[in-house]
């Protein structure tokens, strides 16, 4: 809050610490708030016998903050400085602990970034890696890990054979968590580390060169106008490599973002029992590409999956879907979302209205940047149970693109500004 000069509260952030995910909340009658926890997070080994004896490792989480801000800018960039600060964090030493199943898991999130013109174009592609870690290993046990680097190839010729050249990745920009033996990396190229007994962390993160030439569905998005009346559209197709592909390949989560500009607002509101209510979705399994343009007097969202509605919280009309392809339908099958509007005479589209289209998915079992874990362990004979897990989250952003429909009796040529009488 403005104008206190002490925090409300404060503590210390420790390698236990872990951020929850994101979640849009309500706030009041038709408000909502966005929202964060941060976490404390420890491991229990555990018996289970279904039907033999079975050693797992469950979570036990204790929330130790929670955090709202109406402002979704704000709460991307908490979690970015938190994360950052997590991964800098010294090891704090503790009692040692012997685990009867020693275990080390290792997960590969690839973040992609990338923009798509009105034509379909990809350009200012990026992307980064991440390598979380999680051991369960009797405490001091020094582990190493090894990506398909080219560097590492050039260092030692028969590291990886001779028919690999072309799967081998160039790692830039790369960070390590303050477990790892970073002059020994420079020197081998080999990430050898001592991990923190049962705490996942951030082990290292790095750029690669972008390789991606072309998304798993493709998005294009316009608004047209006519007279006072205007209608968000958006066709989704899925890309034929993966129509074609033989292994199983789909999108999770899909989170797409069409900003609203605030004139507009008041048109998204329907008033119900007194109380005013966003816009929702209205289910059209019937509608497809290249439908014409209709104008109805009640404005409507329709979608062909998912679910739409108008979030004031992002400002912005939100189409979800939870896969795609869709399971009940051919992966070929084209999607749509339309959304009608009627403005008044002083809601016209801003000049300066930022029309970029936000798409936020994840591919599961995927690789974006080309990197590979190829070996990990530890240094003695009797390895741990290995878990290797990949992901890719893709961030795109998509030009949405202007149509104009002139009225009848309206030159579009003569058009000119409009003078106070």
């Given at each position: 809050?403005?104008?206190?000069?002490?925090?409300?509260?404060?503590?210390q952030l420790h390698?236990?610490?872990?951020?929850?995910?994101?979640k849009?909340?309500?706030?009041?009658?038709?408000?909502?708030?966005?929202?964060?926890?941060?976490?404390n997070?420890?491991?229990?080994?555990?018996r289970?016998?279904?039907?033999?004896?079975?050693?797992?490792?469950?979570?036990?989480?204790e929330?130790?903050?929670?955090?709202g801000?109406?402002?979704?800018?704000?709460?991307?960039?908490?979690i970015?400085?938190?994360?950052?600060?997590?991964?800098?964090?010294?090891?704090?030493?503790?009692?040692?602990?012997?685990?009867?199943?020693?275990?080390?898991?290792?997960?590969?999130v690839?973040?992609?970034?990338?923009?798509?013109?009105?034509?379909?174009?990809?350009q200012?592609?990026?992307?980064?890696?991440?390598?979380?870690?999680l051991?369960?290993?009797?405490?001091?046990?020094?582990?190493?890990?090894?990506?398909?680097?080219?560097?590492?190839?050039?260092?030692?010729?028969?590291?990886?054979?001779?028919d690999?050249?072309?799967?081998?990745?160039?790692i830039?920009?790369?960070h390590?968590?303050k477990?790892?033996k970073?002059?020994e990396?420079?020197?081998?190229?080999?990430v050898?580390?001592?991990?923190?007994?049962?705490?996942r962390?951030?082990l290292?993160?790095?750029?690669?060169?972008?390789?991606?030439?072309?998304l798993?569905f493709s998005?294009?998005?316009?608004?047209v106008v006519?007279?006072a009346y205007?209608?968000?559209?958006?066709?989704l197709?899925?890309?034929?490599s993966?129509?074609?592909?033989p292994?199983?390949?789909?999108?999770e989560n899909?989170?797409i973002?069409?900003?609203v500009?605030?004139?507009?607002?008041?048109?998204l509101?329907?008033?119900s029992?007194?109380?005013?209510r966003?816009?929702?979705?209205?289910?059209n399994?019937?509608?497809?590409?290249?439908?014409?343009?209709e104008?109805?007097?009640?404005?409507?969202?329709?979608?062909t999956?998912?679910?739409?509605?108008?979030?004031?919280?992002?400002?912005?009309v939100?189409?979800k879907?939870?896969r795609?392809?869709?399971?009940?339908?051919?992966?070929?099958?084209?999607?749509?979302?339309?959304c009608?509007l009627?403005?008044?005479?002083?809601?016209?589209?801003?000049r300066?209205?930022?029309?970029?289209a936000?798409?936020?998915?994840?591919?599961?079992?995927?690789?974006?940047?080309?990197?590979?874990?190829?070996?990990?362990?530890?240094?003695?004979?009797?390895?741990?149970?290995?878990?290797?897990?990949?992901k890719?989250?893709?961030n795109?952003?998509?030009?949405?693109?202007?149509k104009?429909?002139?009225?009848?009796?309206?030159?579009?040529?003569?058009a000119?500004e409009c003078?106070t009488?």
């Amino acid at each position: 809050e403005k104008g206190l000069e002490k925090p409300f509260k404060e503590f210390q952030l420790h390698q236990f610490c872990r951020l929850s995910e994101p979640k849009l909340e309500n706030l009041g009658v038709s408000e909502k708030i966005h929202s964060v926890k941060i976490e404390n997070v420890t491991y229990a080994e555990k018996r289970k016998y279904h039907p033999k004896l079975e050693v797992v490792h469950e979570a036990e989480i204790e929330q130790m903050l929670k955090l709202g801000t109406t402002d979704y800018c704000d709460l991307t960039d908490f979690i970015v400085t938190i994360e950052e600060e997590l991964m800098m964090l010294s090891p704090v030493l503790k009692q040692k602990r012997t685990f009867e199943d020693p275990e080390m898991s290792v997960e590969l999130v690839d973040n992609f970034w990338a923009e798509v013109t009105k034509d379909g174009k990809l350009q200012d592609k990026a992307v980064m890696s991440q390598v979380y870690c999680l051991c369960f290993i009797n405490s001091g046990v020094e582990c190493f890990l090894t990506m398909n680097d080219s560097e590492l190839q050039r260092l030692s010729v028969d590291y990886f054979g001779k028919d690999n050249d072309e799967k081998l990745i160039d790692i830039s920009e790369y960070h390590f968590h303050k477990c790892v033996k970073k002059q020994e990396f420079s020197k081998s190229r080999i990430v050898k580390f001592t991990p923190v007994d049962g705490c996942r962390f951030e082990l290292m993160r790095f750029k690669t060169p972008c390789i991606v030439e072309e998304l798993p569905f493709s998005l294009k998005s316009l608004v047209v106008v006519q007279g006072a009346y205007v209608e968000l559209q958006a066709f989704l197709n899925m890309s034929s490599s993966v129509v074609a592909s033989p292994q199983i390949q789909f999108c999770e989560n899909i989170t797409i973002h069409f900003p609203v500009p605030a004139p507009w607002v008041k048109a998204l509101w329907t008033a119900s029992l007194q109380r005013q209510r966003s816009l929702k979705t209205k289910m059209n399994r019937r509608a497809c590409l290249g439908s014409t343009y209709e104008i109805e007097s009640e404005p409507v969202i329709q979608v062909t999956i998912g679910t739409a509605k108008y979030e004031y919280a992002y400002k912005a009309v939100v189409w979800k879907i939870d896969r795609l392809p869709d399971k009940n339908s051919s992966p070929d099958q084209p999607h749509s979302l339309s959304c009608k509007l009627e403005l008044g005479s002083d809601q016209e589209i801003p000049r300066n209205w930022n029309s970029v289209a936000t798409v936020q998915f994840v591919m599961p079992a995927t690789c974006v940047s080309g990197a590979e874990v190829k070996s990990m362990g530890i240094e003695s004979d009797i390895q741990p149970h290995k878990h290797v897990l990949q992901k890719a989250c893709y961030n795109i952003q998509v030009e949405i693109e202007r149509k104009l429909i002139p009225v009848s009796g309206e030159d579009m040529d003569k058009a000119g500004e409009c003078i106070t009488q």
